[in-house]
T-cell receptor, first 114, second 117 residues
Framework: ETGVTQSPTHLIKTRGQQVTLRCSSQ?????VSWYQQALGQGPQFIFQ???????GRGNFPPRFSGLQFPNYSSELNVNALELDDSALYLC?????????????FGPGTRLTVL | AQKVTQAQTEISVVEKEDVTLDCVYE???????LFWYKQPPSGELVFLIR??????QNEISGRYSWNFQKSTSSFNFTITASQVVDSAVYFC??????????????FGTGTRLQVTL
């Protein structure tokens, strides 16, 4: 069983640029969540996708957007990058919706905005 | 609004010592779930335990044990006979979404545990 994978591992961008991060969910999982983890902080919920539809969003501006594909893989897009967007971006998948379901996390993409 | 507080920013212990990581949560819901995750230097969050709000039984798994007390809104984590491999950042998290809606995890700020020889 393949776990959650994310690409790229590291990324360096400059302010104002756009970035796309990718996530492949664990086999059989149809729910993907994205989290942003700033240095020294806990992960913050960005949004969740279930069967290709956004199913909840945290306190992030519209320049953070996402997609989920028919194979349940997902993308996180961030436009007009700001310095504060520098963080570890974590993707998590689960087998169904619901608060009690375990979310399996990927290794993350570390984004640096200069 | 839901909130998780981990007041201990960093803890250092010598191998074989016992250590307890504190977690206090706030929620208005009567149905919720609590989690502990471990984050080693590699960055990947590793699931340790899940507890629902109706099950206050303490749990033990090897050297790990968890103490859930609704009366004090706490969900503390104890490592017995700590080992160097336990060195990591540990996060407590809360999820209170009803079934069928976004299962958002609210994390604390984490406790960095350093175990030395």
């Amino acid at each position: 069983e393949t776990g959650v994978t994310q690409s790229p591992t590291h990324l360096i961008k400059t302010r104002g640029q756009q970035v796309t991060l990718r996530c492949s969910s664990q086999s059989g999982h149809n729910t993907v969540s994205w989290y942003q983890q700033a240095l020294g902080q806990g992960p913050q919920f960005i949004f969740q996708y279930y069967r290709e539809e956004e199913n909840g969003r945290g306190n992030f501006p519209p320049r953070f957007s996402g997609l989920q594909f028919p194979n349940y893989s997902s993308e996180l897009n961030v436009n007009a990058l700001e310095l504060d967007d520098s963080a570890l971006y974590l993707c998590a998948s689960s087998s169904r919706l619901g608060a009690g379901n375990e979310q399996f996390f990927g290794p993350g993409t570390r984004l640096t905005v200069l | 609004a839901q909130k998780v507080t981990q007041a201990q920013t960093e803890i250092s212990v010598v191998e074989k010592e016992d250590v307890t990581l504190d977690c206090v949560y706030e929620t208005r819901d009567t149905t919720y779930y609590l989690f502990w995750y471990k984050q080693p230097p590699s960055g990947e969050l590793v699931f340790l335990i899940r507890r629902n709000s109706f099950d206050e039984q303490n749990e033990i798994s090897g050297r790990y044990s968890w103490n859930f007390q609704k009366s004090t809104s706490s969900f503390n984590f104890t490592i017995t006979a700590s080992q160097v491999v336990d060195s990591a950042v540990y996060f407590c998290a809360l999820s209170e979404a009803p079934t069928g809606t976004a299962s958002k995890l609210t994390f604390g700020t984490g406790t960095r545990l350093q175990v030395t020889l």
